[in-house]
């Protein structure tokens, strides 16, 4: 189970870090990423990171603006999002996959969160 909190309402040029709790003993040995739903868009890969935290992937349209990382003694995982911008509006989903290896494909994520509201006002 993946429970994703942090989310809310932010002016354009704020920040929040999102977290992501895991349940069960086998978080560890799973990639992670963050993907995004705006309304009436596709859900879209925003950032990975493999089991061990040393690969990571964004998006060319976070690269340089968000940060991914993971405690795994913990069993969560965390998105730091700066430099926020209106067109980041969206809901944000922390996925699992059962591949260590950091991955951008949708498809590859096997578990999915709830999902947690981000809105960026102008």
């Known amino acids: 189970q993946l429970v994703e909190s942090g989310g809310g309402l932010v002016q354009a040029g704020g920040s929040l870090r999102l977290s992501c709790a895991a349940s069960?003993?086998?978080?560890?040995?799973?990639?992670m990423g963050w993907l995004r739903q705006a309304p009436g868009k596709e859900r879209e890969f925003v950032a990975s990171?493999?089991?061990?935290?040393?690969?990571?992937y964004y998006a060319d349209s976070v690269k340089g603006r968000f940060t991914i990382s993971r405690d795994n003694a913990k069993n969560t995982v965390y998105l730091q999002m700066n430099s926020l911008k209106p067109e980041d509006t969206a809901v944000y989903y922390c996925?699992?996959?059962?591949?260590?290896?950091?991955?951008?494909?949708?498809?590859?994520?096997?578990?999915w969160g709830q999902g947690t509201q981000v809105t960026v006002s102008s």
């Open positions: 996925a699992a996959s059962r591949s260590r290896y950091s991955t951008t494909v949708t498809n590859d994520y096997d578990y």
């Open positions: 990171i493999d089991w061990r935290g040393s690969t990571t």
């Open positions: 069960g003993r086998t978080f560890s040995s799973y990639a």
